[in-house]
C-alpha cells in the first residue's frame, strides 16, 4: 500500500502529518516505510541527519540496485518505522521511478512519501492507492492546488481566523476532505480529527 502525502505551498506541515501517519501505520501494522523527498521528516522525528546514500542515490539511472538495497536505505526510527532520507542533492542521469513503483509494489509492509511541493512523477502517482494533498484553508494554496493533478483525497489544517471552509476545500479541489488537523498558535499541541 502507497500513501503520498504532498502540498501546494510550503509551510502546510505536509512533513509532520506524513511523519505522524508512517508512526501510527508501522505501529498498526509492525513495520512501514517513509520515503522523505524534501529532507525534514528525519528532524521531525528526532533523528540525526547523515551524509549516507538515500532516495536521489539509489534513482540513479546507473545505479540499478533493487529493492532490497533500497530497503537498506532506510533508518530505523521507533515501532518498525523505517525512514529512507534524500541522499544526495541531485539523482543523476534519468530517474527510475519506474523501477522504485515497482520495487513499492513487491513490498508486504505499508510506504508512505513525504514528496512536500516537489514534482510528483506519473509512475508513483499510478502506483498510489492514496495521495492526500496537506493544506491550510488559504486562498494562495488553494489557488495553486488546482494547478496540480488531483488528489484523491485532502488533510485540511484548520486555522482560526480562515475564511474558507472545509467544504470550501472539497469545492474547490472536488475531492473529499479526509481528516482535518486543528491548529492553534496560541497552544502547543493539535490532535487529528476524522472527517
Not at 80 to 95: D, E, K, M, T
Not at 102 to 114: E, H, K, L, N
Not at 182 to 192: E, G, I, N, V, W
Amino acid at each position: 500500500m502507497l500513501t503520498i502525502f504532498q502540498s501546494p505551498k510550503g509551510g502546510s506541515g505536509t512533513t509532520v502529518t506524513a511523519a505522524s501517519y508512517a508512526l501510527a501505520t508501522a505501529e498498526h501494522h509492525g513495520k512501514a516505510m517513509l520515503i522523505d523527498m524534501c529532507g525534514d521528516a528525519r528532524a521531525v522525528l528526532g533523528v540525526a541527519d547523515t551524509d549516507t546514500p538515500g532516495l536521489n542515490d539509489w534513482l540513479g539511472e546507473t545505479h540499478g540496485a533493487g529493492a532490497d538495497a533500497f530497503i537498506s536505505l532506510g533508518t530505523a526510527v521507533a515501532n518498525g518505522l523505517l525512514v529512507v532520507h534524500p541522499g544526495s542533492r541531485f539523482v543523476s542521469g534519468a530517474p527510475r521511478w519506474d523501477a522504485l513503483a515497482g520495487a513499492i509494489g513487491t513490498w508486504d509492509f505499508p510506504v508512505i512519501i513525504d514528496a512536500g511541493t516537489h514534482y510528483l512523477p506519473e509512475e508513483l502517482r499510478a502506483a498510489a492507492d492514496h495521495n492526500w494533498l496537506v493544506t491550510r484553508s488559504c486562498y494562495l494554496a488553494l489557488r495553486r492546488a488546482t494547478r496540480l493533478p488531483r488528489p484523491t483525497g485532502a488533510v485540511v489544517v484548520r486555522e482560526q481566523g480562515r475564511a474558507l471552509t472545509v467544504r470550501d476545500v472539497e469545492a474547490v479541489l472536488n475531492v473529499p476532505v479526509v481528516t482535518t488537523i486543528p491548529f492553534d498558535p496560541d497552544r502547543k499541541s493539535t490532535r487529528l480529527n476524522s472527517s
